[in-house]
């Protein structure tokens, strides 16, 4: 079992950066790949980013490719989300995943496929 808390959500404005943080309550949080999903109201869960174990690979859905940055710090049991150049669009719930694997170079795209969920932390960009 693993228990994810996300945080650094907020209110800001277009153009602004935010950076989002997952942090488990596992140390051996190294066994976990991670994702980032976001729902905007009256939406679909939607997937943003994904992260490897070990933090080598790394994917993004292309509306982010250019603003948004997934990194860990597996000794502080914690992934980042950094978003930069934020859009209206950008407005949802964030929520962190992370599914435990044997594999050092998987990452994963599908809500169904994650095992552990964070409660969200809710990004506001106002235009």
């Known amino acids: 079992q693993v228990q994810l808390a996300e945080s650094g959500g907020g209110l800001v404005q277009a153009g602004a950066s935010l950076r989002l943080s997952c942090t488990a309550s596992?140390?051996?949080?190294?066994?976990?790949?991670v994702g980032w999903f976001r729902q905007a109201h009256g939406k679909e869960l939607e997937f943003v980013a994904a992260?490897?174990?070990?933090?080598?690979?790394?994917y993004y859905i292309d509306s982010v490719k250019d603003r948004f940055t997934i990194s860990r710090d597996n000794a502080r049991n914690t992934v980042y989300l950094q978003m930069n150049n934020l859009k209206p669009d950008d407005t949802a719930v964030y929520y962190c995943?992370?599914?435990?694997?044997?594999?050092?170079?998987?990452?994963?795209?599908?809500?169904?496929?994650?095992?552990?969920w964070g409660q969200g932390t809710q990004v506001t960009v106002s235009s």
């Open positions: 995943a992370a599914k435990e694997t044997a594999n050092t170079m998987f990452y994963y795209i599908g809500r169904n496929e994650y095992d552990y």
């Open positions: 992260i490897s174990r070990l933090g080598t690979r790394t």
């Open positions: 596992r140390r051996t949080f190294s066994s976990f790949a």
